[in-house]
């Protein structure tokens, strides 16, 4: 386990176990974690700037208002987390040519921007998901089953094949998103046709 006063600017690990690392509002620069593992850490409000989460790892973390900026975020997976208010469109999207999706289970994601993303076959599973905004963003093929999406932004969104299994409060346009192949389930399907003005008969 690394103690917290060695995760300094420049950082360079791989397969460290972090445990109740204490980092709010602090700064990181140019650090890099691969396949790493954080376990009840508190990087609230924390910035990492020009860093590098390649396969890593979040269990019970409180990663509120965590800034990423210029940061690449890969193929990292979030369980039990809280991470409300995250601006997702800060991180580098173009540096990392093997981008792998982000998987989000029993999380907290509350408030966050996922504008423009292209993140297809994300996860983010049995998690709150209110006030998103998916907007103009590609998450094809991508798993949100069991999740609940009230006040979440559709618009101009690649959603074909995406798994809605069991979500909940999910409002769509179905004439100004992609959703070929999109999974529902019946009640949530009945909801959006009846958002068109879709009269279903008993």
């Known amino acids: 386990m690394k103690p917290k006063e ?3 600017d420049g950082l360079d690990c791989f397969a460290e176990n972090f445990v109740k690392i204490e980092l709010q509002a602090k700064t990181i620069k140019n650090a890099e974690f691969e396949e790493c593992t954080f376990t009840s850490c508190d990087f609230s409000e924390t910035l990492f700037r020009s860093c590098r989460f390649i396969d890593c790892r979040f269990l019970n973390c409180n990663l509120s208002v965590l800034k990423l900026t ?3 975020v890969s193929g990292c997976e979030f ?6 208010g995250i ?4 991180c580098d999207w173009k540096s990392y040519i093997n981008n792998e999706p982000m998987r989000f289970k029993q999380c907290i994601l509350n408030d966050s921007n996922f504008y423009g993303l292209i993140n297809d076959r994300i996860e983010i599973k049995e998690c709150s998901a209110k006030e998103l905004d998916f907007c103009s963003g590609s998450f094809k093929n991508a798993n949100f089953s069991s999740s609940d999406f009230h006040g979440t932004i559709f618009s101009d969104t690649h959603l074909e094949y995406a798994n809605f299994k069991d979500a909940t409060n999910i409002n769509i346009d179905l004439k100004n998103n992609y959703l070929k192949g999109a999974i529902f389930s019946k009640y949530e399907a009945f909801y959006l046709l009846e958002s068109m003005g879709i009269v279903l008969a008993d």
């Not at 369980?79 to 409300?84: F, H, N």
């Open 70 to 72: 210029d940061s690449i």
């Open 6 to 8: 060695l995760i300094v």
């Open 79 to 84: 369980i039990s987390s809280k991470l409300i």
């Open 87 to 90: 601006d997702w469109t800060m």
